[in-house]
């Protein structure tokens, strides 16, 4: 039986431009992320729909066409660095491999440029690092070795799923920086997948929050922070500790109730409304639409803001 | 004291990796001496940066490891010197609860044998077995209309619910939860906060809770100790280690355990 794992996405992004994705597992966030780079498991078939990228559709190219965009001018920063980086062989060779087989450069020249990106994402050492294989480094400078593989080209658009996941929290930091630095740097339009609104803070233009398979909320960073109009990202919200607590004394949570929905066996209703706490009758009968309470910030609710603050 | 669960007194434990083709044996000090106190129905929080000895302690307490020197106390027993038959009453007393459920959980059993299978060795009759098991997930919030599905078919936060089930099955005095939290998302997180204090408060527990996320730990921990390079490098009641910037200095390399929490939000909050 087909799983339904996106639900009428749309959304755009631009160069110079950080877009966060939040939601909980199982919202879709990687099957967006895959579905954007034409990377779906063969199990997968896009319905509809497309995915423009610089005036091409790249649901209508071919792979050989796709090889020469992936990697150059749309790359992707996977969640486990361990996994995206080959056990056998040196990590300098396989930042210049994206060089070789993009820019065609002879060897020499690829390990002069892979060296210097090394040094562009903050691993020291460049030429012994250059020679080490991936189980020698940490996981924090196999994600540096990853991020440079994903900027080497100068790519117009990063999309980075859960890079700091399973990090642990000194790392987390240190990576999220490379990128807000990356963002800086490079005039890259950024899609920053993560279930931490925390780590949107300060670094996102835009947030996009997923839930069961649907962009639910979209608006500025600061818009949806503050002001959150779905009680999904307003419930996500609250499970961010609190940094001040004793001060504040939030010292509990008020967590999301139950479980994210089965995807095989969605009704024909908001998603959200078994969990929902501002829910109303109408949200049991049928699939709120989306629409623009305030401007530039959009939501699929029946009862949008009647959530409150986050906090 | 006699209101503590377990003492740790001046436990040493040396590990001397094996290395093949080395004549050179190189040893590494994972913990240096530890003293510690864990009060009876309370939650001290273990924290420190990778490698200061963190999840060493829990295993030896947990009977994991054995400690090269140094004693544990449980319960006004010494359990340092015990193995075998004579460790068994304790092991039942103190679970462990692992980072990736995932992994910890057999593939192959169903959820009621996952929980059920401790009862099964110690004895009990097939009815029991799974009229406790059942009970157990009830406990934690497990539908027992999903008592045979496996582990694959549920989600992160529900797996484990069910490592925690397993855990309790034996009713034990001491759970040790190592970085139990730290693979789930943000609003399971909140969601097992909230469980793990409602079992505290139900079942009279104990917890260890070895975690790096300082940003969790005012939600959880009546005590925090900091650990550095095998040792403890500080005690204190958790409201002081929040207060006070003295202690966040050893806290510090732990990491901002921040960008998990509100430090980046803080600007947002009204």
């Not at chain 1, 600061?222 to 004793?246: E, I, N, T």
């Not at chain 2, 200061?52 to 302690?57: A, D, F, H």
């Not at chain 2, 097939?126 to 009970?135: D, I, K, M």
């Amino acid at each position: 039986m087909p799983v339904p794992a996106l639900r009428d996405v749309s959304f755009a992004i631009s160069r110079g431009e950080v877009v966060g994705v939040l939601g909980e597992s199982g919202a879709g966030k990687t099957t967006l992320a895959m579905a954007a780079l034409q990377l779906l498991a063969p199990t997968a078939r896009i319905v509809n729909g497309s995915v423009r990228f610089m005036g091409r559709d790249l649901t209508r190219l071919k792979e050989k066409e796709l090889e020469r965009i992936r990697g150059a001018q749309l790359s992707l920063v996977f969640q486990e660095p361990a996994i995206s980086l080959s056990p056998v062989m040196r990590v300098g060779t396989q930042i210049a491999n994206v060089l070789r087989a993009h820019r065609g450069w002879n060897r020499a020249h690829c390990r002069g440029q892979a060296e210097k990106l090394m040094a562009e994402v903050g691993l020291r050492e460049t030429e012994r690092m250059y020679e080490a294989y991936p189980h020698e480094l940490s996981s924090g400078e196999k994600q540096r070795v990853v991020v440079a593989q994903a900027i080497a080209c100068e790519p117009a658009i990063v999309i980075a799923d859960e890079p700091t996941a399973n990090l642990d929290t000194t790392t987390e930091a240190q990576v999220l920086q490379l990128f807000k630095d990356m963002k800086a740097r490079f005039s890259l339009g950024l899609l920053f997948i993560t279930h931490n609104p925390a780590l949107l803070a300060g670094f996102a233009d835009r947030v996009m929050v997923m839930y069961a398979g649907q962009i639910v909320e979209q608006g500025p960073l600061a818009a949806v922070l503050q002001q959150p109009l779905h009680p999904y990202s307003a419930g996500l919200l609250r499970c961010v500790p609190d940094d001040r607590p004793f001060e504040s004394g939030k010292k509990s949570f008020l967590p999301i109730p139950g479980d994210p929905p089965d995807l095989a066996t969605l009704p024909n209703a908001c998603a959200f409304e078994v969990r929902c706490r501002s829910r109303l009758p109408i949200c049991a009968t049928c699939v709120p639409d989306v629409t623009q309470p305030a401007p530039g910030q959009s939501v699929r609710c029946f009862n949008p803001g009647e959530c409150g603050n986050g906090f | 004291m006699a209101s503590d669960l377990v003492r740790a007194v001046n436990l040493r434990k040396i590990y001397r990796p094996h290395r093949w083709f080395s004549a050179k044996t190189r040893t590494v000090v994972a913990l240096d001496g530890v003293d510690l106190a864990i009060p009876r129905g309370a939650t001290l929080a273990l924290t420190g940066q990778s490698g200061s000895g963190k999840s060493t302690l829990g295993r030896c307490i947990a009977g994991l490891e054995e400690p090269t020197s140094g004693e544990i106390w449980f319960d006004e027993q010494n359990i340092s010197g015990l193995s075998g038959r004579d460790l068994r009453p304790f092991r039942k007393e103190i679970q462990f609860i692992f980072q990736d459920a995932g992994t910890a959980l057999n593939p192959r059993f169903s959820a009621a044998a996952i929980v059920e299978e401790p009862l099964v060795i110690a004895g009990w009759n097939e009815q029991e077995c799974r009229r406790r098991a059942l009970e157990i997930m009830d406990q934690v919030q497990l539908s027992p209309a999903w008592a045979n599905r496996r582990p694959s078919e549920f989600s992160g936060g529900q797996r484990q619910r069910l490592a925690i089930a397993r855990a309790l099955t034996l009713d034990p005095k001491l759970l040790i939860l190592d970085e139990a939290l730290s693979s789930v998302d943000m609003s399971i997180r909140a969601q097992l906060v909230n469980l793990l204090l409602q079992l505290q408060a139900s079942l009279g527990l104990t917890y260890l809770f070895i975690s790096h996320d300082l940003a969790l730990l005012p939600y959880v921990a009546d005590q925090v100790a900091i650990m550095n390079k095998g040792r403890i490098v500080e005690v204190c009641g958790v409201a002081d280690f929040y207060r006070h910037d003295t202690h966040r200095g050893y806290a510090a390399p732990v990491g901002t355990g921040y960008a998990t929490g509100g430090r980046w939000l803080g600007q947002f909050r009204n």
